[in-house]
């Protein structure tokens, strides 16, 4: 009984998106359990699928497991599965833009980078190519149609104006990626179906059970698909150049020695390496004076933030009057808490509007780099920026 109720809401997402019978769609197919059976459902639908696997890194054969992987779902699903190699964009954009960040000493999200500067940008382009009415990927996220819409805002752009699409926050609150989507756009929430947001992922198990995928209990895959099986800190160690420094206490004397600034981030415990009085918690990063500032202590004040300055900040529909109170998470696993959120300055370029955020209560290790992401009452994402 449940799974009929888990198909007659995809059934019901495709009615109100006026979706007929052999509409065609592109899925990006990644080898891993989600994406296929998300495409499963999909041709269950009833939906003319194709299939798109993006060869991103290589670690070690594992890009090619993958992609066999993903030839074999297609097989049993017949489907058309083509491999585009888009290695050297995503070493010179997301690789590029995650050491650049962390030279910089901010701390990078770079699934978010990705999502919005190449993956969805190449389903769509590859989606152009074929004439696909929709493309669709295994992420955990829901989109809601909404019926009307009002007349102002920007993020209208080649849809109809008279609807806007919501994005929500998946059933399986565990699996739940709709942090890492806010800077969708209207008119890309438009040709976007999310098949797994009204799962729990063992239900997708017992789902690619159910049709015969081999890749029923492969693994989960890392956060982040380029380091394969390497550490973050042996990746910058690598990729970066370092000058060592000394560590200081809340009481400026020098307690430690440390490897180089990029490979720290506010809030961090392990890797610090000072024996003897410990744990150690990052409080600062001083690039001036390459100097790392650290805590014994887990609740110290040092930790906390109660302000943050947003920028590159993206709203999936109209920006609310300003000033606003919201939820938000400040990490992605971080809980949702109420913050009121200003327009900070405009700039000549609306790209470089700044926000500023004020928390209801303190949050721990806000850190330059990463996303904060709003939400309201209705677990609706509603847009979010990066932390300056």
Same mark, same amino acid.
């Given at each position: 009984?449940?799974?009929?109720?888990? =198909?007659?809401?995809?059934q019901?997402?495709?009615?109100?998106?006026?979706?007929?019978?052999?509409?065609?769609?592109?899925?990006?197919?990644?080898?891993?359990?989600?994406?296929?059976?998300?495409?499963?459902?999909?041709?269950k639908?009833?939906?003319?699928?194709?299939?798109?696997?993006l060869?991103?890194?290589?670690?070690?054969?594992?890009?090619?497991?993958? !992609?066999?992987?993903?030839?074999?779902?297609?097989?049993?699903?017949?489907?058309?599965?083509?491999?585009?190699?888009?290695?050297?964009?995503?070493?010179?954009?997301?690789?590029?833009?995650?050491?650049?960040?962390?030279?910089?000493?901010?701390?990078?999200?770079?699934?978010?980078?990705?999502?919005?500067?190449?993956?969805?940008?190449?389903?769509?382009?590859?989606?152009?190519?074929?004439?696909?009415?929709?493309?669709?990927?295994?992420?955990?996220?829901?989109?809601?149609?909404?019926?009307?819409?009002?007349?102002?805002?920007?993020?209208?752009?080649?849809?109809?104006?008279?609807?806007?699409?919501r994005?929500?926050?998946?059933?399986?609150?565990?699996?739940?990626?709709?942090?890492?989507?806010?800077?969708?756009?209207?008119?890309? =929430?438009?040709?976007?179906i999310?098949? =797994?947001?009204?799962?729990?992922?063992?239900? &997708?198990?017992?789902?690619?059970?159910?049709?015969?995928?081999?890749?029923?209990?492969?693994?989960?895959?890392? %956060?982040?698909?380029? !380091?394969?099986?390497?550490?973050?800190?042996?990746? !910058?160690?690598?990729?970066?150049r370092?000058?060592?420094?000394?560590?200081?206490?809340?009481?400026?004397?020098?307690?430690?020695?440390?490897?180089?600034?990029? !490979?720290?981030?506010?809030?961090?415990?392990?890797?610090?390496?000072?024996?003897?009085?410990?744990?150690?918690?990052?409080?600062?990063?001083?690039?001036?004076?390459?100097?790392?500032? &650290?805590?014994?202590?887990?609740?110290?004040?040092?930790?906390?933030?109660?302000?943050?300055?947003?920028e590159? &900040?993206?709203?999936? %529909?109209?920006?609310?009057?300003?000033?606003?109170?919201?939820?938000?998470?400040?990490?992605?696993?971080?809980?949702?808490?109420?913050?009121?959120?200003?327009?900070?300055?405009?700039?000549?370029?609306?790209?470089k509007?700044?926000?500023?955020?004020?928390?209801?209560?303190?949050?721990?290790?806000?850190?330059?780099?990463?996303?904060?992401?709003?939400?309201?009452?209705?677990?609706?994402?509603?847009?979010?920026?990066?932390?300056?």
């Amino acid at each position: 009984m449940q799974k009929i109720r888990r =198909l007659s809401i995809l059934q019901r997402d495709c009615k109100n998106r006026m979706i007929k019978k052999r509409k065609k769609i592109l899925i990006g197919m990644s080898g891993g359990v989600d994406s296929s059976v998300s495409a499963a459902l999909l041709k269950k639908q009833g939906f003319d699928v194709f299939g798109i696997f993006l060869r991103l890194w290589k670690t070690d054969g594992e890009n090619n497991k993958s !992609l066999e992987d993903a030839k074999k779902v297609a097989k049993i699903l017949n489907i058309e599965l083509r491999a585009v190699d888009v290695r050297k964009k995503f070493k010179k954009e997301v690789v590029g833009y995650f050491l650049k960040e962390y030279a910089s000493g901010r701390t990078p999200n770079p699934c978010v980078f990705c999502n919005e500067n190449l993956k969805f940008k190449i389903l769509f382009q590859e989606a152009d190519k074929i004439k696909a009415d929709y493309v669709s990927t295994g992420h955990y996220a829901r989109i809601e149609k909404q019926e009307e819409r009002s007349k102002k805002g920007e993020n209208k752009k080649n849809i109809n104006e008279n609807f806007s699409y919501r994005l929500f926050e998946a059933e399986d609150k565990n699996k739940d990626q709709s942090y890492f989507l806010y800077r969708l756009k209207q008119n890309q =929430l438009a040709r976007i179906i999310f098949p =797994l947001g009204e799962y729990k992922k063992e239900e &997708v198990r017992k789902l690619a059970k159910k049709f015969d995928l081999p890749n029923f209990d492969k693994a989960e895959s890392q %956060d982040i698909c380029f !380091l394969g099986n390497t550490s973050v800190e042996d990746f !910058l160690k690598k990729n970066l150049r370092l000058k060592a420094g000394n560590i200081f206490d809340f009481k400026n004397k020098i307690i430690g020695r440390h490897f180089g600034l990029p !490979l720290y981030t506010i809030g961090q415990r392990k890797g610090i390496k000072i024996g003897g009085t410990g744990p150690y918690y990052v409080s600062n990063k001083d690039f001036a004076k390459n100097k790392l500032v &650290v805590t014994n202590t887990k609740k110290d004040s040092a930790l906390f933030s109660k302000s943050a300055t947003l920028e590159k &900040v993206n709203w999936i %529909d109209n920006e609310p009057k300003m000033p606003t109170k919201l939820l938000v998470r400040a990490r992605y696993r971080n809980p949702l808490s109420y913050a009121t959120i200003s327009k900070k300055k405009e700039l000549r370029s609306k790209n470089k509007e700044e926000y500023r955020i004020v928390f209801e209560k303190s949050q721990r290790a806000v850190t330059p780099g990463q996303s904060i992401v709003f939400y309201n009452k209705k677990q609706e994402v509603l847009g979010g920026g990066v932390i300056k």
